[in-house]
């Protein structure tokens, strides 16, 4: 049975969390979307839809508990938004794993390499098996996937994070090569900055004060990328004419220089 009773399209967020992933949700349901909300945290997730729903009124959010670690859990996941609420028109990959402080290959376990890996890269491909067919079937259909400088640069202390986000932007590019001509643009999007979200926004503060950068307190916005601020990015990227679609971008706040980080 329809969930969706006002037939509106369908965005999947993969990895909703209260960054990029909740940003990125309510800015898609603001347009008139319905939000399928993917990630392992129930608890996390009841609040954001009801979040969601408590500000864009009812039937704009439903969550799916998910482990993108597992295939059958990916699969069961998307048949059930498919059920529910319908085709999904917009696919948001943007679940990612990597640690704080990186450590060395031969200090990284290759179950955490694995579990990783999975989480930045299989995740994504089968997801993208997922929604595929319903958009080619419809001619149309936008991919979007959440990369970071770890998909450009193998920098030190990173190996079960790097390989994954060098992954996921050839799976991007494979993507717009078998399947732009069918109507379906995918496009990745290089985060090169730490993102104002819970986890890290809270760390960046703490190792701001401890470097004695306290400056930096009154000016967030020039060091830290607002997942608001960068989900206008992501509906330029699916509003995009066909005549001009971009395959890539990147995004950092303004006092922050191109792609020095980890
Ligand atoms: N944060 C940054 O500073 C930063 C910087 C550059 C790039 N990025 C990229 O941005 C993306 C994340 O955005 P964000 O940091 O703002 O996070 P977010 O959207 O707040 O949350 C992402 C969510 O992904 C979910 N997730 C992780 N592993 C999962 C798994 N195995 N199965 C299902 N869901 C899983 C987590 O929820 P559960 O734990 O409940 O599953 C998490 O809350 C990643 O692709 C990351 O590489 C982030």
């Not at 020039?222 to 971009?246: E, I, M």
Request: glycine share 10%; hydrophobic share 40%; proline share 4%.
């Amino acid at each position: 049975m329809s969930l969706n009773k006002h037939n509106k399209p369908v965005i999947a967020v993969v990895g909703a969390g209260p960054g990029i992933g909740e940003a990125v949700a309510r800015r898609f349901v603001a347009e008139g979307f319905y939000a399928a909300l993917l990630a392992r945290t129930e608890d996390k997730l009841h609040k954001m839809a009801q979040g969601i729903e408590a500000d864009h009124g009812p039937d704009t959010a439903k969550y799916y508990i998910t482990d993108l670690r597992e295939e059958a859990s990916v699969l069961t996941s998307f048949q059930h938004i498919r059920d529910e609420l319908g085709a999904v028109s917009v696919l948001v990959y943007n679940a990612g794993a990597r640690r704080v402080n990186g450590r060395s290959i031969l200090d990284t376990s290759s179950e955490e390499f694995e579990n990783f890996t999975k989480i930045n890269l299989f995740g994504a491909f089968w997801a993208t098996k997922c929604v595929l067919p319903d958009m080619l079937a419809a001619g149309k259909g936008t991919i979007l996937f959440t990369g970071a400088t770890g998909a450009l640069r193998g920098n030190p202390g990173l190996s079960s994070f790097s390989p994954g986000k060098f992954g996921l932007r050839s799976l991007c590019q494979i993507v717009t090569r078998e399947y732009q001509a069918r109507g379906i643009h995918a496009a990745h999007v290089i985060v090169d900055s730490p993102v104002d979200g819970k986890l890290i926004g809270e760390w960046s503060r703490r190792e701001w004060k401890r470097r004695g950068q306290e400056g930096k307190l009154d000016d967030v916005d020039a060091h830290l990328v607002a997942p608001a601020d960068l989900a206008q990015t992501y509906w330029f990227l699916h509003t995009q004419p066909r005549s001009s679609w971009t395959h890539e971008l990147d995004v950092r706040p303004q006092g922050e220089s191109m792609f020095s980080k980890l």
